[in-house]
């Protein structure tokens, strides 16, 4: 406990005192110092209702500290983290503490940007490569090596990088990335397209990924797999706009690369998107397309989980803020889906029929996904797997219909409804349970007492037959604009366990400063953001989020 906040005080004090180095290096020269500081801590409490068994009083926190140097072009960061006594629910390999994240870069010559050291990239949409971090999920895939970014020519990009992909406190030199990405916008050389309005970009992207040898034999026999040293991967891109139409189209594919994930089977991947959009004032049309087979790509070819995840494949579902929709979260299976999704957005106006005094806004939103036939079954290990025709689609894995209307009925008084269809197939997405079909309401008022002074109520409900049952959600939050927020709140299930998950907590925001204070109960349950979910147990006792950047 002692070292845990002489760390945290450290970084705190440190934090504290580059604020003045900010000051002492900026001037004339422009040479500048930033940084940021997160930290978010947990004393958790015994609570055998919810099955929180963590010690009572023992200190837990996830803290980074940022610092970076920047001076014309050129600039130099590093990064320390300490997740020595992590919060619940992170991977075992996820604990430890130092600094595993620093680099330069810079503009050596115009249009030429090199990068050394730790960095985040993307080629695309993400299909075939994305080096991101997230914190809540605890990902952090940097690549620890180089990279050249190229743009001297108008409106084209070029990228080449190479290195070894982070994994937790571990960075594996016997599996290796490199690849490249070049974009170029047609409508900058072809004249008659830009004079026409359209702007057009087409992109293309190659990935190596190469790993060492290793023994995996064949359970029951005397065979050991032909393993491939070098895994290629590649896609090709297009956007395409013109006035209020929007289009964007990729296919991805991956050459042999027989991994944990899918039973070591020899078959390669692939994946297609089309996304289609529509937009004028006051209203909008998307409509969204992706078929991905064993497209599974990992740094090291015995990992499962979230760690060692080269590419990633964000849901075709909508990312609910509300608490009792985000219940059932779906994670994208790149194994196999076909996954669609269509919205439709309209702005009433005001002083019509359906606008009234003040407007109304509305929203239509419908996704639905389908396993592969390939995917509801294994594979022989070491067979060259199970293909299936591209427009062939196995049983629903999960259906999203939902509707929201938000209206202003007074001045100071906006409501918000919205209901939810759902249907989620537990077991093919966490790997046991039943089919779940629910139907969700929400209703929320925000009332604006004065300039300053906010008070926003949510009341959900939530009605299905499976799992746990029904669950009732209330909130109520007093908001003093722009310092002080403070909340109350219960998540209750009223089916099958009768068991109250309460909360209360302070929120305070000064500058650059921000902080939250909070005690109560958190449900077992999947953090989810971009397709990727993380177990969090439950959990009840203090818990306290500090931001500070400058």
Not at 32 to 54: E, K, R, V, Y
Not at 170 to 190: A, F, N, Q, R
Not at 303 to 328: C, D, E, K, M, V
Not at 510 to 528: E, H, I, K, M, P
Request: net charge neutral.
């Amino acid at each position: 406990m002692k070292k845990q906040l002489a760390a945290l005080g450290m970084a705190v004090a440190i934090t504290a005192s580059s604020a003045s180095a900010l000051d002492l290096f900026g001037g004339e020269d422009g040479l500048s110092l930033h940084g940021s500081f997160q930290t978010d801590m947990l004393i958790p409490q015994t609570d055998n209702t919810i099955g929180s068994t963590t010690d009572d009083g023992k200190f837990l926190t996830n803290t980074y500290l940022d610092l970076w140097l920047q001076y014309k072009k050129f600039s130099a960061g590093a990064r320390l983290e300490y997740l020595d006594h992590p919060l619940p629910g992170f991977e075992p390999d996820f604990k430890g503490w130092g600094v595993p994240y620093f680099y330069i870069r810079g503009e050596v010559y115009k249009g030429i940007e090199i990068t050394a050291g730790d960095f985040y990239d993307s080629f695309g949409s993400g299909m075939i490569f994305r080096a991101y971090e997230e914190r809540a999920l605890g990902i952090d895939n940097s690549i620890r090596g180089g990279r050249i970014r190229i743009t001297t020519l108008d409106g084209l990009v070029f990228k080449a990088l190479g290195g070894v992909q982070r994994r937790y406190w571990h960075w594996d030199t016997d599996s290796w990335l490199m690849g490249s990405d070049v974009e170029g916008e047609l409508s900058k050389w072809i004249k008659s397209i830009g004079k026409a309005g359209v702007t057009w970009k087409v992109g293309g992207s190659w990935l190596l990924h190469h790993e060492k040898d290793e023994v995996v034999m064949v359970p029951g026999t005397d065979y050991r797999l032909n393993l491939p040293h070098a895994v290629n991967a590649g896609d090709v891109r297009t956007r395409l706009n013109y006035k209020s139409f929007g289009l964007y189209a990729e296919y991805a594919f991956k050459g042999q690369d027989p991994i944990a994930n899918n039973n070591y089977t020899y078959r390669k991947g692939n994946a297609a998107m089309l996304s289609l959009s529509w937009m004028q004032r006051g209203k909008s049309l998307m409509l969204q397309a992706r078929r991905s087979d064993n497209m599974n790509f990992r740094s090291d070819r015995g990992l499962t989980g979230n760690s060692g995840q080269i590419n990633n494949y964000p849901p075709f579902t909508t990312q609910h803020t509300y608490s009792l929709p985000s219940l059932y979260p779906y994670a994208t299976q790149i194994g196999g889906e076909w996954a669609f999704q269509g919205e439709f957005a309209i702005n009433f106006k005001r002083h019509t029929l359906m606008g009234g005094a003040y407007g109304t806004r509305f929203r239509l939103n419908a996704s639905r996904v389908h396993s592969l036939p390939t995917a509801d079954r294994t594979s022989p290990m070491g067979s060259n797997g199970k293909g299936c025709g591209f427009f062939k689609m196995g049983h629903v894995v999960y259906q999203d219909i939902n509707v929201m209307m938000e209206k202003r009925l007074t001045k100071p008084f906006t409501l918000t409804l919205m209901y939810m269809n759902q249907l989620y197939d537990k077991a093919a997405i966490e790997g046991e349970g039943d089919r779940i079909h629910a139907n969700i309401f929400v209703a929320e008022g925000r009332w604006t007492i004065t300039p300053r002074t906010t008070l926003r109520v949510e009341a959900q409900y939530m009605n299905t037959k499976e799992d746990e049952g029904d669950w009732i959600y209330g909130l109520a939050e007093l908001a003093f604009s722009p310092h002080w927020a403070f909340s109350i709140s219960d998540l209750y299930n009223c089916g099958e366990t009768n068991v109250h998950y309460y909360q209360g907590g302070v929120t305070g925001s000064f500058g650059a400063n921000r902080f939250n204070v909070s005690y109560g109960r958190t449900r077992a349950g999947f953090n989810c953001s971009g397709g990727v979910c993380r177990w969090v147990p439950a959990t009840r006792g203090v818990t306290i989020s500090y931001n500070y950047a400058f």
